[in-house]
Nanobody, 116 residues
Framework: QVQLVESGGGLVQPGGSLRLSCAAS????????MGWYRQAPGKQRELVAT???????TYADSVKGRFTISRDNAKNTVYLQMNSLKPEDSAVYYC??????????WGQGAQVTVSL
């Protein structure tokens, strides 16, 4: 059974930085895309960024130029470097993994709070 382990959330002041990571452990399945979604209270879950095995990246317009997604294929790990954080970036961030011939998996969620 695949387990997704997230780390790196926390409290940061506006303008600060955080780095999230998500490792897909015990995975014997081929991973296609990996990415991050977020959900703020009272709002729908939304795409933040994705990255394919080949390195093609997609970003939400709201985070372009501030967030960077990267991936270590050998470690089945995806990262999200978040810079110039704003209060509106506050949310629970979920790791998402798309597998080949297997249902997608989600991480447990990491709280990110941007506040003074």
């Amino acid at each position: 059974q695949v387990q997704l382990v997230e780390s790196g959330g926390g409290l940061v002041q506006p303008g600060g930085s955080l780095r999230l990571s998500c490792a897909a452990s015990r995975s014997t399945f081929i991973i296609n895309a990996m990415g991050w979604y977020r959900q703020a209270p009272g709002k729908q879950r939304e795409l933040v960024a994705t990255i394919t095995t080949g390195g093609m990246r997609t970003y939400a317009d709201s985070v372009k130029g501030r967030f960077t997604i990267s991936r270590d294929n050998a470690k089945n790990t995806v990262y999200l470097q978040m810079n110039s954080l704003k209060p509106e970036d506050s949310a629970v961030y979920y790791c998402h993994v798309e597998f080949f011939r297997k249902n997608d998996d989600w991480g447990q969620g990491a709280q990110v709070t941007v506040s003074l």
